[in-house]
């Protein structure tokens, strides 16, 4: 059948549209209003902020970067809660994440070129910096990427944050497989500063596949820790404060995004609430899912965010906490890895041969040494090692990984042909 090229547009238009769409959305307006309930002392914490902001955005000597700085650098730190499934996502998905966020708040972007028009002029360099910590808070070496085993995983939500690093010093942002069914729409949600209870659930909360653009996420779904920065570091959705684009025309008190019902497709110069003002359909705090750009007044308003003391933003991006954390440029060093293997276990029978796999975490082994009483080989020095057990039992197996910092172990039983009690393992 003869298509016409029109036809053909069209279609590809309505397929973007569809394909935005089934994109999950953003959680922390329910969040948000959950806690407003069971706290309502957290109106007087956010009314204390905005008088802040409201002064913050009138004063001429408003930057107030550390020492000299481009950018305020603000130490990160990825928990990943796993149970060895495919939210165990790699270290270089996560290194991807925080070079997204980077171009994003830099105007680093390659995709500034798609910037419509009327908002070249005030899409912002937001001069907001995201290092991962290279120290946690003991002062031990990290790479900035912590590993917690839990089934939490699953279903999770403010329970899910495990191992909360101290709140003042590190944006903590958790990783999960799904989120509990209340939330099953939800692809991540923070907390606006002030609003967390207890404040060791502050941060960010994101499923796997909404981490980066590679791996287990893609480029479409990279913007969203982007996104839930803006809502921690005190941005509204460009509608206003609430969960629900498309119904009513609403303002984020950021003075020059246009006012907007908020946009679930991508129809970049549309005009709805003040025509034929066009609104920033682009903007990350929308659901456009093509969001390329913040504007100058949302940079305002998350520095303000950044130089208050509600929320305790304004002690992440100190020279004294930069350099506790690692994040203060110095070299960075090699940590001992971080044990850890899995085995493709679950259906093998006696006699049959168990792939091991080494997933070694906060430091890459350069050397391997397997123990494996009662199989064949009985050790390794191999990454990946396949061991036959010829008869059917439990059998320990003990991994030391090393490199130039030093040496770590880890054993675990195995029974071959059960399926662990503790690791649903994933490795094929
Ligand atoms: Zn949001």
Redesign the pocket.
């Known amino acids: 059948m003869y298509k016409s090229p029109l036809s053909l547009f069209f279609f590809l238009i309505i397929g973007t549209v569809l394909h935005a769409q089934e994109e999950k959305?953003?959680a922390?307006?329910e969040v948000y209003l959950e806690a407003l309930k069971k706290h309502p002392e957290i109106l007087a914490e956010q009314q204390k902020l905005e008088q802040f902001t409201a002064h913050f955005q009138n004063d001429q000597n408003h930057q107030r970067l550390a020492g000299g700085s481009t950018a305020y650098v603000i130490p990160v730190v990825f928990h990943i809660i796993h149970n060895y499934g495919q939210e165990n996502i790699s270290d270089a998905q996560v290194y991807d994440a925080i070079r997204v966020m980077n171009e994003d708040y830099s105007k680093g972007n390659p995709d500034t070129t798609l910037i419509a028009p009327s908002f070249l002029g005030i899409a912002a360099d937001c001069q907001i910096e995201f290092r991962l910590a290279n120290k946690d808070p003991q002062g031990n070496c990290t790479n900035g990427i912590d590993r917690v085993v839990s089934p939490l995983t699953m279903g999770g939500d403010d329970d899910a944050k495990l191992n909360p690093w101290p709140y003042q010093h590190y944006l903590n942002i958790w990783v999960i497989n799904s989120f509990s069914p209340s939330m099953s729409g939800a692809a991540a949600?923070?907390y606006y500063p002030g609003t967390a209870f207890p404040t060791n659930v502050d941060g960010i909360i994101s499923l796997y596949s909404y981490v980066g653009s590679i791996g287990a996420s893609n480029p479409t779904r990279s913007r969203v820790l982007s996104?839930?920065v803006?809502?921690y570091l005190n941005l509204a959705?460009v509608w206003g404060s609430t969960?629900q684009p498309g119904v009513a025309c609403g303002d984020d008190g950021v003075f020059d995004t246009p006012e907007t019902k908020g946009w679930t497709s991508c129809m970049i110069n549309g005009s709805r609430c003040n025509p034929p003002v066009i609104e920033n359909v682009q903007n990350y705090?929308e659901y456009s899912y093509c969001g390329v750009m913040f504007t100058a007044g949302q940079k305002v308003r998350m520095h303000a965010a950044l130089n208050s003391s509600v929320g305790a933003r304004s002690s992440l991006w100190t020279l004294v906490n930069l350099s506790a954390t690692g994040t203060d440029g110095s070299a960075t060093q090699v940590c001992i890895p971080n044990t850890d293997f899995e085995a493709d276990i679950i259906s093998v029978c006696a006699g049959n041969t168990v792939h091991f796999q080494d997933i070694c975490w906060n430091g890459d082994p350069t050397s391997w040494s397997w123990s494996f009483p009662g199989g064949t080989p009985s050790t390794s020095s191999d990454s990946m090692p396949a061991i036959v057990y010829n008869t059917s039992g439990t059998y320990d197996v003990t991994l030391s990984s090393s490199n130039s910092a030093g040496t770590s172990t880890f054993s675990y039983s195995i029974h071959p042909g059960y399926r662990s009690s503790i690791n649903d393992y994933s490795f094929q």
Request: charge should be negative; include cysteine.
């Open positions: 959305t953003c922390t307006t949600y923070a996104h839930e803006g809502h959705h969960n705090m």
